[in-house]
């Protein structure tokens, strides 16, 4: 064999190390999805890299890929699309341009990227919201929250919960045509975590006479109690959110102080006085059979008290609408939870079907057992998946059923 034989059989296989990723034989189009991942692992490892030259932060590097996927607000023959202001805090508006002889429905979406990267205006979230407008005639409001590291916990939260509390006046929905008896508030990942906190705190707001219909939750991060559920351990490698990632997401919503997420790393990062939270995220109570397989409940390993006194934001049910009591989930509306089999925020979700349910919330939990997390960003060219678009039609005929 010659030396540029040898050479190009090398380089094949490093690169076939490379994109080759184990994935479970019930995911489509399986080969696809590794070349997707090997570009998220790409853009990652060049992120370490460049925080380790001291250059960029790790999540500016993320940004600055995610911001290719930008989208003007570009209007079409079905719906118009403006990027305004609702009370000072950015968002972009989609009004359907169907004739209707009465009021129209609202989504309010917000969409994910882990608190710290992402936008309404990516291409994903911005086909997502066109056809939420289109499909169901309803005007769409799609928040662009602040960013951590830039920002951190509570201002993430403190901007949807402004923008929603704003658009809830009968004022403005009057402006907007809009009906006051079937609005919807719905996020994926980090955003649904935002849209079950917001519909939290809106039960105890007596300034807000509007009342949401439903909240759509699409596999929502919701507890940062226990970073070692079931879920996290069987997808801590997986596409497209492994454990470290989201461990660092988690961590950089607070602060950027590394030493808490070397503590939510090893799971050791709650103080021994917030022991009594972890009723709220026992999965050996709140997770069916079928998604405890073979793992085995253990007693929480405390941290040191100063991570909780100094950054308190990760024990607050604004951030974790888990660690909230049952009392405060009473009231909630009907509640529609996706979750994917192959998701290490998973449990998080099954678990807040079990609570929701325990109280008597009226759930509908749809879980799909071929999916990987973030399915709904994989809707558009080039990196369009087959499960994309499945998660995008059964949430949108969901939402038309039932707002």
């Not at 917000?110 to 056809?131: F, K, N, Q, T």
């Not at 325990?358 to 990987?372: K, L, M, N």
Request: proline share 5%.
């Amino acid at each position: 064999m010659g030396t540029k034989s040898l050479c190009l059989l090398l380089a094949s296989v490093l690169i076939a190390y490379y994109v080759y990723t184990p994935t479970p034989e019930n995911i489509e189009e399986r080969w696809k999805l590794m070349l997707i991942n090997a570009g998220f692992r790409t853009v990652a490892h060049v992120a370490e890299f460049a925080e380790w030259l001291g250059l960029m932060h790790y999540m500016e590097v993320l940004m600055m890929i995610t911001s290719i996927e930008y989208t003007a607000p570009i209007s079409d023959e079905n719906v118009t699309v403006t990027d305004t202001k609702f009370n000072n805090v950015p968002a972009r508006l989609y009004i359907p341009r169907k004739q209707s002889s009465g009021l129209k429905r609202a989504v309010i979406y917000i969409h994910g990227g882990g608190w710290c990267v992402g936008g309404s205006a990516m291409e994903p979230y911005d086909l997502l919201s066109r056809w939420t407008a289109n499909k169901l005639n309803a005007v769409v409001i799609s928040v662009e929250y602040r960013l951590a590291p830039m920002y951190h916990f509570p201002v993430q939260f403190e901007d949807v919960y402004t923008v929603v509390k704003f658009f809830l006046q009968n004022s403005v929905l009057a402006q907007y045509g809009v009906d006051p008896n079937r609005i919807c508030i719905s996020g994926d990942s980090a955003g649904g975590n935002l849209a079950a906190a917001v519909a939290q705190q809106l039960l105890d707001d007596l300034e807000v006479k509007v009342k949401l219909k439903i909240q759509a939750l699409l596999y929502p991060a919701l507890q940062t109690l226990d970073l070692d559920l079931p879920s996290y351990k069987d997808n801590e490698n997986k596409p497209i959110l492994p454990k470290s990632l989201m461990v660092r997401f988690w961590s950089e919503y607070f602060t950027t102080d590394v030493s808490l997420q070397e503590a939510m790393a090893s799971n050791s990062h709650v103080p021994a006085e917030s022991s009594h939270l972890f009723r709220f995220v026992n999965w050996s109570n709140l997770l069916p059979e079928k998604f405890k397989k073979d793992h085995v409940y253990a007693s929480p390993i405390y941290g040191s008290s100063r991570l909780g006194k100094k950054y308190p934001g990760f024990l607050d049910p604004r951030a974790a609408p888990l660690l909230v009591d049952d009392t405060k989930l009473l009231g909630l509306p009907v509640t529609y939870v996706l979750t994917c089999q192959h998701d290490v925020l998973r449990d998080d979700g099954i678990m807040y079907v079990s609570r929701l349910r325990e109280v008597g919330i009226e759930v509908i939990h749809d879980h799909i057992e071929d999916a990987i997390h973030g399915a709904l960003m994989f809707i558009t060219s080039p990196t369009d998946l087959a499960l994309g678009h499945r998660v995008a039609n059964k949430y949108i005929e969901w939402l038309n059923i039932n707002l």
